[in-house]
């Protein structure tokens, strides 16, 4: 199978899957038991939290494990929301964030009386001159991405972050897409919460981390005093400590992956010329993800042919049951009634991809086309 679907999820490294089997296998004990048994599995606990907090420059108490991106968008922006609704309930973010930060935003709206702006993007970007005008005196929590799951788009998360200098509104930034892929070093950033997920960089399903600055927020998760009661139930120890181990290994090899990404995307890029087709892409983004539009077509259409040749990719949108609904990106980007929503494909790039899988990608694709 050919896969070009890696920014829906990556296959888990072999240091990783190691990692995991490893601690697995041997390390069976609950963190919090006393016995040596658990206090081994502490250990292992204690060493993964170190690493990841020392990989993007925070302290160690400052990391959160969760299930993974989703979970940690829900707790630190519906956490953050409902411990501080007394100081203001006005939120900001934008219109092209995953849906586990915009239908938090729409259950804290709907259910808790608070009111969202979401920052639409003008000419292809969103600015930070945008979320400096939206501020308000009761505005308690900015929360917007990193990078752009579907377009590859990379956001002013520092310009942002300044511009909040000076203002009491927190900064979550949901990094899922970015971690890995950019160098973020938190000792120069000014953000207070930041969201993370393994299986987004060759790590395991079902785990990730929550960055806290502020501590002032709501578990959603109760029950235990594991992760300094922000977040009860026993540790997923073994995905925890492969979740390190594909960190550390991911931003050692950074500059490498990126090169490699970079090469196959420009080589993708020269091969596209030969068939019909236009971009969707932003003017700052990550060569991981591209997003294509193949003229009068119907990307479901394409994406089942081109599954029956055994290649996977998706057209970037949330895929429920099944069933491809309109990207909410591509909507925010190019309107309604954009010809682009049904025609746009993502492929989004790893460094184990190769030419040769891109020109199958090609030949495929000038089949359906019949060009
Ligand atoms: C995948 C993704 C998430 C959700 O992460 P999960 O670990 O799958 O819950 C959140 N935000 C972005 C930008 C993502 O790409």
Redesign the pocket.
């Given at each position: 199978m050919i896969y070009f679907d890696h920014?829906?999820?990556t296959p888990m490294s072999s240091a990783a899957l190691k990692t995991y089997l490893s601690i697995a296998q041997t390390v069976y004990g609950n963190p919090s038991s006393i016995h040596s048994a658990g206090r081994l599995a502490h250990k292992e606990l204690r060493q993964a939290r170190q690493t990841i907090a020392t990989a993007i420059g925070v302290h160690a108490d400052q990391i959160i494990f969760t299930?993974?991106?989703?979970?940690a968008?829900n707790l630190a922006i519906k956490g953050y929301a409902l411990a501080n609704q007394s100081k203001g309930k006005h939120l900001i973010t934008t219109a092209i964030?995953?849906h586990?930060?915009l239908e938090t935003m729409d259950y804290l709206a709907t259910q808790h009386g608070f009111e969202v702006t979401y920052l639409q993007p003008v000419d292809g970007n969103i600015s930070a001159q945008q979320v400096k005008e939206a501020l308000r005196a009761d505005t308690i929590l900015v929360s917007i991405?990193y990078?752009?799951?579907e377009t590859g788009m990379i956001l002013p998360i520092e310009e942002i972050a300044t511009v909040l200098a000076d203002h009491p509104a927190r900064f979550h930034v949901?990094a899922?897409?970015a971690i890995g892929k950019l160098p973020i070093q938190l000792t120069n950033l000014a953000v207070d919460f930041l969201?993370a997920?393994?299986?987004?960089f060759h790590g395991p399903?079902g785990v990730?981390f929550l960055f806290a600055a502020d501590m002032h927020f709501h578990a959603l998760i109760h029950g235990g005093k594991q992760e300094g009661q922000r977040r009860a139930g026993t540790e997923n120890l073994a995905g925890i400590a492969a979740m390190a181990t594909a960190l550390t290994q991911q931003l050692e090899n950074m500059e490498s992956n990126t090169k490699l990404v970079q090469d196959l995307k420009d080589y993708l890029l020269e091969q596209l010329s030969s068939l019909p087709h236009y971009l969707n892409l932003p003017k700052n983004h990550l060569p991981y993800v591209l997003n294509v539009g193949l003229p009068d077509t119907l990307n479901e259409q394409v994406l089942m042919r081109l599954d029956l040749a055994g290649i996977a990719l998706s057209s970037g949108s949330a895929c429920t049951s099944g069933v491809i609904q309109t990207s909410h990106v591509l909507e925010a980007l190019y309107g309604k009634k954009s010809h682009r929503l049904k025609e746009s494909l993502r492929i989004s790039l790893a460094e184990s991809n190769t030419k040769e899988e891109i020109d199958q990608l090609i030949h495929q694709l000038s089949l359906i086309l019949g060009v």
């Open positions: 920014a829906a999820t299930s993974g991106g989703s979970e968008n964030e995953h586990s930060v991405m990078v752009n799951n949901d899922v897409q969201s997920s393994a299986h987004k399903r990730g």
